[in-house]
């Protein structure tokens, strides 16, 4: 494994880690936790992340009995705070009532008593931004989180944030948790310039476009059974991605990784992972091969060559609209 800043801080990350959406939460997989933790470590992965609203809690608590094997020292873990744990008003957004109240109950059900990373999972449009880092700043203070981070917010969002902190004299954000693979790359015209220039690091989630860069969903052909995309209870964002182009395109991919005697999903991680803006990308592994394929990316460095010819693989692909 190597490992990477978190932005502009001394935190080191493994550049890929482990996430936990869509994948623990129920007493069924609480086993394929345990086991996948296993191996992360094994590996070299110390950054695990996961957020309240994850199966609402369901995910936290997984992660947490996974964890709590292991010396807390020895791992970054990072949750977040924003989409609706309750039906009360006040049970969802970025209010310092509902950030403070939704710190402690995740300590309670990760088993901790500290966060190395919070993450305001969306901007709150309905709560003053100086409110929402008045009370990170606060929960730092008090120890209960290390670094305050935010995800899916906007250039616009993270400038006028780090404004406020420079102003206030609060302790600045330390990363973004944007979407970012081969599909979707609006972070590079705008997130990426301003969170390296304000010193946050992205913590990239669905590398894989949910599992859609794996190779496992072929053009023409039906998602195979046991899949995400085969399953309508799971969240299905991947619908998106099941075009016949975007399949064609993902085939032709495969076939390059094929000549370079890798698989699709360590190009795929590897290519986004040549980002100096990248600190980590978090992966979802259901069983420990996936993580022990996955862990190999961090040693393929892709030339200019292979990145010219993705380009222009990616380019037969017309007017994607990704479902968020």
């Not at 080191?12 to 880690?17: P, T």
């Not at 992965?45 to 996974?66: H, L, P, S, V």
Request: negative net charge.
């Amino acid at each position: 494994m190597k490992y990477r800043n978190l932005g502009h801080t001394g935190l080191k990350v493994s550049e890929i880690a482990l996430g936990s959406w869509l994948t623990y939460g129920t007493a069924a997989e609480q086993q394929a936790a345990d086991q996948c933790i296993r191996t992360a470590f094994e590996y070299g992965i110390n950054f695990f992340d996961t957020a309240n609203a994850y199966n609402r809690g369901e995910g936290e608590k997984a992660i947490g009995a996974a964890l709590s094997a292991y010396e807390r020292s020895s791992y970054v873990l990072s949750t977040k705070v924003f989409f609706p744990m309750g039906e009360g008003p006040n049970d969802r957004g970025l209010s310092r009532k509902h950030i403070i109240e939704q710190c402690d109950a995740s300590l309670k059900r990760l088993g901790t008593d500290y966060i190395d990373i919070y993450f305001c999972h969306r901007f709150d449009q309905e709560t003053p931004v100086e409110e929402t880092l008045r009370a990170l700043d606060d929960l730092t203070a008090q120890g209960k989180i290390l670094y305050a981070g935010v995800s899916e917010w906007s250039a616009a969002q993270i400038a006028g944030a780090a404004a406020i902190s420079d102003r206030l004299r609060l302790r600045p954000l330390a990363s973004n948790q944007p979407i970012y693979n081969l599909f979707e790359r609006y972070i590079e015209d705008e997130v990426l310039p301003v969170s390296m220039q304000h010193g946050l690091g992205q913590v990239v989630f669905s590398p894989l476009a949910q599992g859609v860069l794996t190779g496992k969903y072929k053009p023409g052909q039906a998602p195979a059974a046991g899949t995400r995309a085969a399953d309508d209870s799971v969240n299905q964002v991947i619908n998106s991605y099941l075009r016949e182009d975007v399949l064609g395109v993902v085939a032709e991919l495969n076939e390059l990784a094929g000549s370079m005697d890798i698989t699709l999903s360590q190009l795929a991680l590897a290519w986004v992972l040549r980002q100096p803006g990248v600190s980590s990308a978090i992966i979802g592994a259901t069983k420990p091969h996936q993580i022990q394929e996955n862990v190999e990316a961090v040693n393929i460095s892709l030339n200019t060559e292979v990145l010219e010819q993705i380009d222009q693989i990616m380019l037969k692909i017309k007017d994607f609209a990704p479902m968020r």
